[in-house]
Each structure stands twice: as C-alpha cells, then as structure tokens.
C-alpha cells in the first residue's frame, strides 16, 4: 500500500518552505493547481486553472506547473521535518488552488505524511462532493476553512460560485473534522462591513465546535502575475483595509464568543 500511495501523481506550481501562516507552526506548503471559484481578489491567479500555463515576469516566461509524484513531495517535506519539531507543532500544509480537486493524489500525501507521523493541515474552499471531503478528514489535522460571505448573489458575483454548497460543508466539517477554523479575506467593497463580517462570525459560532476566526487582510500582493497571464486585475483601484478598521472587525468577531485573529 505505501508503494502505490507514492506513486500517485498530482499537478502542482509551487512548495513554499518555512511558512509560519498557513496552520499551526512552522509549514511545508503544498500549491495546487486548479480552483472551481475565481476570486476578483486571488492572489495566486496562477493556482485557478489545472492547465499547465507560461507565466511572463521581469520580462522571463517561466512554466507553471508540473505534475509529481507523492514520492517526490515527500522529498521535499521530509527535509523539513527537523524544523516542525523544533516549532512544537509544524507540519504540511495542502493549498491552492484547492486540494479537493485532485482527490486522489491529496488524500495519498495526506495519509502518507501521517504514516510518517507528520502533522497535516489543508485550507480549503470547502467547495467539492461531501464524500470527497470525508475521505480527506481521518488523515487532515486542521482544516482551515475560507468562509467568504453569507449572500449567496454577492458570493457568486465576486466568486463566480454560488456559497450554498460551501456553507453546507462547513456544518459536515465543523462535526467530523478534528480541528475547524474559519478564515475570511476581508474584502472592501465585498465584505468589510461590521454586518457583513458579525454575519458571518454569527454562522461560524453557530458550528460545532469551532472556537476560531481568522480575519486575513485583503492585499496586492500577486496582482502582477494578472498581466503575466494575459489578464486584468479586476481589484487594482481597491486599497487594503486600515489597521484600524481591522480592529473594528476584530471585536465584531470576539463579540460572537469567537477566538478571532487578524492574519493566520
């Protein structure tokens, strides 16, 4: 069963090294390719197609994306290992993209990595079939889990995605997942506002078990891949959120009974 878990290939862009913001501890970070929502804000714009695509920066085309084996990631995750120890609680993390769009190949990381005793988070649109998540769940220690809105129509209006299916998964999650926590990109001109963000922290209090909310500033950072790509940047005349008005949103979270945090 081992050899067949790391021979098992999935299409991914990048391994990011020393993460400190995408679960608890020091993180290995996986990229996936492929994403079913297309945020106007993503700032990994390279992550949303599956397709293997050519990326122009500084006036160098390079690749994106290349398919692995679990053999080969774990390569990488394993010279790393000395620092989860050292940071008390470290480990892999599968993003995006979204991992739940390439099923086989992440549940075959995620439970390799636990065979090798590796602590494993994924972050998550939350946004596939409930039996795929469900096999995920044994072998994810943390699931961070973005909850963008709760209306439906701005949801897809800025998402291209409808959020029922999303909201739906959070209740499965919330009561089979070991560890849920709520994340929000905080948005302006989609979801800043004190009641945009008091909707949703009153929906994840409501989840079982879920003592979390990350608030993550909405910033620029990636906008320039867009022209890389041949695109537009839908979001460039939008400035990030004021620390001060972070605060706010901050205490609108803390007032649902919620542990919230600003970034994660």
Not at 164 to 180: C, D, G, P, V
Not at 195 to 208: N, P, Q, R, T, V
Request: glycine residues 8%; aromatic residues 8%; neutral net charge.
């Amino acid at each position: 069963m081992r050899q067949k878990l790391t021979e098992v290939t999935g299409r991914i862009f990048n391994i990011q090294r020393f993460s400190i913001h995408d679960g608890p501890g020091v993180r290995t970070i996986v990229f996936f390719k492929g994403c079913p929502l297309r945020c106007k804000w993503c700032c990994n714009p390279e992550s949303q197609s599956y397709k293997q695509e050519e990326i122009t920066t500084a006036g160098i085309t390079k690749p994106v994306g290349k398919d692995v084996t679990v053999s080969e990631v774990l390569e990488e995750i394993e010279r790393d290992r000395v620092y989860y120890r050292r940071s008390g609680y470290g480990g892999v993390t599968l993003s995006g993209g979204e991992c739940l769009w390439q099923p086989e190949f992440s549940e075959a990381l995620l439970r390799a990595c636990h065979e090798r005793g590796i602590s494993t988070a994924i972050e998550t649109t939350g946004y596939a079939d409930i039996e795929i998540i469900r096999r995920f769940l044994p072998h994810v220690d943390t699931v961070l889990m973005d909850i963008k809105h709760i209306d439906n129509e701005k949801h897809k209006k800025f998402t291209t995605q409808s959020n029922e299916l999303i909201l739906e998964n959070a209740r499965h999650i919330a009561r089979e997942s070991k560890h849920l926590i709520i994340r929000t990109p905080v948005i302006p001109t989609f979801n800043d506002t004190q009641a945009e963000i008091g909707s949703i922290a009153k929906f994840a209090s409501s989840l079982d078990g879920v003592s979390e909310m990350h608030l993550l500033p909405y910033h620029r950072i990636g906008s320039d891949k867009y022209a890389g790509l041949g695109r537009t940047y839908e979001m460039a005349h939008i400035s990030p959120p004021s620390k001060e008005q972070m605060e706010l949103l901050l205490e609108v979270v803390n007032n649902y009974g919620l542990k919230g945090q600003i970034g994660g």
